[in-house]
């Protein structure tokens, strides 16, 4: 069955530390990638995606992210974090077909201590 | 532009009373739509997705049911509620080549 693991479940840095949160998935076939994050009282919205192309993805606030297919793997990174980046951050794969269903990590909550 | 509406945004409800959660898509059609629980921890549990009408899969055993009476209408339902079936449920709805948009959210406890 398709899945989607985060090895971090939480997560604590300081003001101007790099970051990377890990994600992995277990569907062989061609998927799209999506980070997600969710800031305290607030709703889900989209950091960035993957569908094709370049396999390393620009998306907002200065994160990142590379698709490396061999190693099933779509890692977010930041190189410098803020003490807004304070969140819980979500990782998504989604089959690339019209019956593809979405299916989420688990979460890593980052602590980012000013 | 597109639009997802999810109602209520809060609610209570004693055990063994029925449950209806309304979620309704504008601006689109047929669209891929889902129903997730969020707990802490456990991330986004998928519960059910749709890919049209009528067309409904379960992910998870559970004491709750959906269904697509429409295009854009997704309904999640219980005939009974557990005190278990207290969390928060979203709704979201994608296409073929775009993210998931996702709606506002139902924060429902079971007493």
Known sequence: ?114 | SQTIHQWPATLVQPVGSPLSLECTVEGTSNPNLYWYRQAAGRGLQLLFYSVGIGQISSEVPQNLSASRPQDRQFILSSKKLLLSDSGFYLCAWSWLGTEAFFGQGTRLTVV
Do not use: M
């Open chain 1, 1 to 114: 069955a398709q899945s989607v693991s985060q090895h971090n479940h939480h997560v604590i840095l300081s003001e101007a530390a790099s970051l990377e949160l890990g994600c992995n998935y277990s569907y062989g076939g061609t998927v799209n990638l999506f980070w997600y994050v969710q800031y305290p009282g607030q709703h889900l919205q989209l950091l960035l995606k993957y569908f094709s192309g370049d396999p390393l993805v620009k998306g907002i606030k200065g994160f990142e992210a590379e698709f490396i297919k061999s190693k099933f793997s779509f890692n977010l990174r930041k190189p410098s974090v803020q003490w807004s980046d304070t969140a819980e951050y979500f990782c998504a794969v989604k089959r690339s077909s019209n019956t593809g269903k979405l299916i989420f990590g688990q979460g890593t909550t980052l602590q980012v201590k000013p």
